[in-house]
């Protein structure tokens, strides 16, 4: 059996499904779009399971956004592989009368439909009483008191799921006489259930996706034949709607709620909400979002950064030498160290994005920012992951999700990853201890320290900029809108927060998991193989010279180590690069980097130990002096002179070296385009950035 | 009549009116939905700080809008 859960956003959907479902649930994308898809199953009673699939939260049937889209393709086409064989309306019992009018379609549409007035604590809080007798007995369907928090009435609810519901008798919107000729013509054509599922066709035929074009033809011309205009009843028909309900609330409501109930939620809004104090309190739980990331994320990503480095040796030391192995322990095995790392980021994200969520804080921060954030093309909503992005873009992207309208976060996903995240730090420090001088400014500013927030400031700015640029250049047929409820404040439900933690953690790990696995072998085979011959040659070569003197015996392992990766196909590619990067101040050596730090950025610091056969990469000091040492040829000068090493910082800064980032923007935006324009943005960016770089200090 | 129609967007906190129209046919159906209803009752509670959007309550419950949107809701007082 098929239950929907359906109602308006902030009705408790959420926190019911969970009730319902605990643990056991599933989320991915609806087929073709990135709107979320949350199903899963509950026991209703001994041998009664039912498969619940939790539908975005929409106000009524006649969708805007592609959320809305969803849920009416899926209501008004009984062939829908999630048509459900019984909805449960989620209401919110403190605000009923907004809450009712999806439930007067459904009546209309012959859908069996349980009524389930939610947050019955709060309702009772503001000292209203409804006679549920009656609600039930007037719509001519079960109607369930709950409180999805605290698990209140889901054991009723589950009884009355597993019983048989009946369609409702109810006939809330008659139908116009004037256009009854096309919709009874409409109903038997596609031989549908109710007069309202063929006025439905007739409306929004443009809208539904599962009509063949033969389909839509035929309703456009019987809808010309009969003079149906669509949208010219729609208005009428809410207000009708919005007739029968207030109707039937002032029969069943005994006592209405006074506002008072709601005054200790207005006292705390005049603080969030102050022009001084809500922006200050704002950005202090910002910046604390911003630290946590940052400090506690740090010991369990050392820890599965040690754990998969020593799983991997040691299996290297009890398989067998071949290159079956070697892919295991150095290929998969890294890979999937690659993914999960990013695991305790995106858990301490979402767990403060799901308490600002669930408490009604997030309403005030787009409330307080969407002025600001409306100049530079995104949305109120797109600030906490525009500066998640500075830990991690990650996370950021997925948080995304919020944001209702499609350009908006397109925009804010598009511009996350030029936020300098935490990957850029290593590669930053090693840069700026290198070529900026370790004094102070007035004796009391370190410069490299006003270097490294000149790095974040560049990253914002360019970030900033480029969302005004596409702000212009994105079309979109939407208009853009905040119309949004402003829901009271309450406490967490915690276990909601665990919820998202898992389901999110679980999206990143097996969905956007298979890419970066995939490209961390390719790019794990490109660096560890090259031409046969040469790679062969490495340890040869090297005895040679060190029985020469022109090496250092204790150096042998790492000098083999920089002539494979020299040989290596990565190695080709980097030489072949040198042309094109030569204006820009690197060599093939920086190439390479390059290249193998596409997987991740932070990358570029081992790449560089290894090619300069440093060895360690643990000690910071010894590459620097190492980098230090290095003779550019050409100059007979040091390689890493001031223009070089800028050039490097303002790369780095732009450039999309972080595949992670882009498999989840291609699993955001449900397709490869974006993904790729926007590493060919930011390659660019970053290439012409770093030349113009180059040429001024050179 | 026209120069003294007024809009929600030149409410001042506190303020309550009736609903009387909406000059924007296109987010008309959107307003109507979460029910803005002609006739109904809309009390402005406060701005943002910078100015924009609002907040107000109608039929019960508090809304966010733009002053764009604000200005597109007629009011009789």
């Known amino acids: 059996m098929k239950v929907a859960l359906a109602g308006k956003p902030n009705s408790g959907k959420s926190s019911l499904f969970n009730q319902l479902t605990g643990l056991n649930q599933k989320t991915g994308n609806f087929p073709g779009v990135t709107v979320d898809k949350k199903t899963g199953i509950c026991q209703l009673n001994g041998d009664t399971q039912a498969e619940i699939i939790d539908l975005p939260g929409i106000y009524s049937l006649y969708p805007r956004s592609l959320d809305e889209k969803i849920v009416a393709e899926i209501f008004s086409d009984r062939r829908n592989q999630h048509f459900p064989n019984k909805v449960i309306l989620v209401a919110d019992a403190t605000n009923l009368q907004s809450s009712l009018l999806l439930l007067t379609q459904l009546i209309d549409l012959r859908i069996p439909t349980v009524l389930v007035l939610n947050m019955v604590d709060l309702a009772a809080k503001s000292g209203q009483s409804v006679d549920v007798i009656k609600f039930a007995q007037s719509l001519d369907l079960p109607v369930v008191l709950v409180n999805a928090r605290s698990g209140q009435g889901i054991q009723s609810l589950k009884k009355t799921l597993a019983g048989t519901i009946p369609v409702s008798s109810q006939k809330i919107y008659p139908i116009d006489k004037e256009i009854l000729p096309a919709v009874e013509d409409i109903k038997k054509h596609f031989s549908l259930e109710s007069n309202y599922e063929a006025y439905q066709y007739l409306q929004q035929v443009d809208h539904l996706t599962f009509l063949s074009k033969e389909e839509k033809s035929y309703i456009n011309e019987t809808a010309l034949q009969y003079g149906f205009f669509k949208g010219k009843y729609q208005g009428a028909e809410t207000i009708i709607r919005y007739q029968y309900i207030q109707d039937l609330l002032s029969k069943v409501i005994l006592k209405n709620a006074d506002s008072e109930w709601k005054r200790f939620s207005y006292r705390i809004d005049k603080v969030l909400t102050h022009k001084i104090w809500g922006y200050l309190i704002f950005f202090t739980i910002l910046f604390l979002i911003f630290q946590s990331i940052f400090a506690w994320a740090q010991a369990p990503m050392d820890f599965i950064d040690s754990t998969f480095a020593n799983l991997s040796n040691l299996l290297n030391n009890t398989f067998p030498e071949g290159p079956f192995f070697d892919l295991i322990t150095q290929g998969i095995i890294p890979g999937i160290g690659g993914i999960l790392i990013f695991v305790p980021q995106i858990a301490i994200l979402f767990a403060f994005i799901a308490v600002l969520e669930e408490t009604g804080y997030m309403s005030r921060v787009v409330f307080l920012m969407d002025k600001i954030m409306r100049k530079f093309g995104m949305s109120g909503k797109s600030v906490v992951p525009l500066i998640s992005g500075w830990a991690c873009a990650i996370p950021a992207i997925m948080a995304t999700r919020t944001i209702e309208n499609w350009k908006d976060r397109l925009i804010t996903i598009f511009v996350t990853p030029l936020m300098s995240c935490s990957a850029r730090l290593p590669v930053y420090a090693i840069l700026v201890a290198l070529i900026i001088p370790d004094d102070k400014l007035f004796g009391f500013f370190n410069f490299q320290g006003i270097a490294l927030m000149g790095l974040y400031l560049l990253g914002f700015l360019a970030a900033i900029l480029s969302a005004l640029a596409m702000k212009w250049l994105v079309k979109s047929k939407d208009r853009s809108y905040l119309i949004m409820e402003m829901p009271t404040y309450r406490m967490p439900n915690w276990s909601n927060v665990g919820v998202t933690i898992v389901s999110k953690t679980k999206t990143f790990v097996f969905e956007a998991g298979k890419v970066i696995l995939a490209i961390s072998i390719v790019l794990w085979v490109l660096a560890s193989y090259g031409p046969t011959e040469q790679m062969n040659a490495a340890e040869s070569v090297i005895d040679k010279q060190i029985e020469n003197n022109q090496q250092e015996a204790a150096d042998r392992e790492n000098l083999i180590m920089a002539y494979r990766l020299e040989h290596s196909y990565a190695g080709i590619i980097g030489k072949a690069l040198e042309p094109a990067i030569a204006p820009l101040g690197y060599d093939w050596k920086i190439g390479i980097a390059l290249i193998t730090s596409f997987a991740a950025r932070e990358v570029f610091v081992g790449t560089i130990a290894t090619i300069y056969s440093v060895g360690n990469t643990e000690d910071q000091t010894t590459i620097k002096s190492r980098l230090r040492a290095e003779i550019n040829p050409e100059t007979g000068g040091p390689r890493f002179t001031k223009a070089t090493g800028l050039s490097l910082l303002v790369f780095y800064t732009f450039a999309m070296q972080c595949m992670s980032t882009l498999a989840i923007v291609k699993r955001e935006t449900n397709g490869w385009k974006w993904p790729m324009m926007q590493l060919a943005y930011m390659t660019a960016l970053a290439y012409f950035s770093a030349l113009i770089v180059y040429q001024v200090f050179s | ?77």
């Open chain 2, 1 to 77: 009549m026209a120069d003294l129609a007024k809009s929600v967007a030149q409410m001042i906190p506190g303020e309550t009116a009736v609903i009387a129209g909406f000059t924007n046919e296109e987010l008309s159906n959107k307003l109507l939905e979460m029910g803005l209803l002609p006739g109904s009752v809309v009390t402005y509670n406060f701005k943002a700080p910078l100015g924009d959007p609002i907040c107000v309550t109608v039929s019960g419950y508090d809304l966010t809008l733009r002053l764009d949107e604000a200005a597109m809701i007629s009011i009789l007082n």
